[in-house]
């Protein structure tokens, strides 16, 4: 497979006032009846995982990149132009796929590792269509585009942040499976903690779902209790129960340190929580992976004819496609600086941040 990184200039997604519906376009029927297009038109669709496009994380931020993609390019919602197909379990991802397929999309992603397998499949059997999978590599199929980033560099400078702002030294890591994906957040974030504070405790566990917030959520109530007072989350809406848990014991304990790392979008608006008639906020910082800009920019290139079938994508820091969110209100100034000089020595090679973390 033929890997192929793109430099690009980093554009704001706006997409705030946009309404996400609980089930999209994807409704089988309703886009069954609206399956005409235009000859001329370039339609694209997304398949979301089980998180939804309302996961205030990896889906909700490729939809936002979908979004953006419409808007500069005229397009509406719906089979004519721009629309998702929300997924309620493993077992839609097959029929979700094939229904962008009968709508005749030109292009359809699948988001998320877990898509790989109907991706796989679907494609085969479906030559004439595009695909692209999101956050796995699909080998020997030129209808298929694969795109990854170095979530592990992003996850490193995280590290850092935490690794300087605890006060316990204990410090959790909460992810959505046991996978090798999952395992490059936790094993940049890691080494990021471990590089500025080796004295610090990296506790890593899985949820097993992206999609289960009251597990998040007594999860992050053990770590809590145990003394933890950082919690880096890679869980997908599964993380949304980190934060209320967060919010909780904040509004409990107001001057008790209580922080939440977000992760792919900035999720400082989670961790606003009102405590004794004052806002405050429970969110550090976040792990900023721009799937939107991802999403945009291949779609983009497939609107133009340059559909990189076959190829791998792979968005790192050198593209700004990971990084550490802009808002950093609750970043001292020191963590500010250390962040900017680590991010440097990644980017010149000065240091490999693992893929996996310490006894795997």
Known sequence: MTKRKFGFAMSLVLAAGTILGACGGGDEEKSEKDSSKKDDQFTVAMVTDV????????????????????????????????????????ADYKTNLNTAVRNKFDLIYGIGYKLKPAIEEVSKQ???????????????????????????????????????????????????????????????????????NPKADVKIEFAGAFDKADKGQQM??????????????????TGNG????????????PEKDIWVIGVDRDQAEEGKVTVKGKEQNVTLTSMVKRVDIAVKDL??????????????????????????????DNLSDEVKK?????????????????????GK
Do not use: C
Not at 56 to 81: M, P, R, V, Y
Not at 344 to 355: H, L, Q
């Open 126 to 196: 479906r030559k004439d269509s595009h695909f692209a999978i999101v956050d796995d590599v699909i080998e020997g199929q030129d209808n298929v585009a694969s795109i990854t980033f170095k979530e592990h560099e992003g996850s490193f400078l995280v590290g850092v942040a935490a690794g300087l702002s605890t006060k316990s030294n204990k410090i959790g890591f909460i992810g959505g499976t046991d996978s090798d994906l999952i395992n490059k957040f936790a094993a940049g974030f890691e080494a990021g903690v471990k590089a500025v």
């Open 299 to 328: 779609a983009t290139k497939a609107k133009e004819g340059k559909f990189p079938g076959g190829e791998l994508l792979e968005y790192g820091l050198e593209d700004d496609a990971v990084s550490i969110a802009p808002t950093q």
């Open 242 to 253: 980190v934060f209320t848990e967060a919010k909780n014991l904040k509004q409990k304990n």
């Open 51 to 90: 998180g939804g496009v309302d996961d205030k994380s990896f889906n909700q931020s490729a939809w936002e990149g979908l979004q953006e993609f419409g808007k500069d390019n005229g397009l509406e919602k719906g089979t004519n132009g721009f629309d998702y197909i929300q997924s309620k379990s493993d």
């Open 220 to 237: 992050a109530s053990a770590m809590y209790g145990s003394g933890i007072d950082v919690i880096y989350h890679a869980a997908g809406a």
């Open 338 to 358: 250390a962040v900017a000089e680590w991010s440097e020595k990644i980017k010149k090679g000065e240091v490999k941040v693992p893929v996996k973390p310490e």
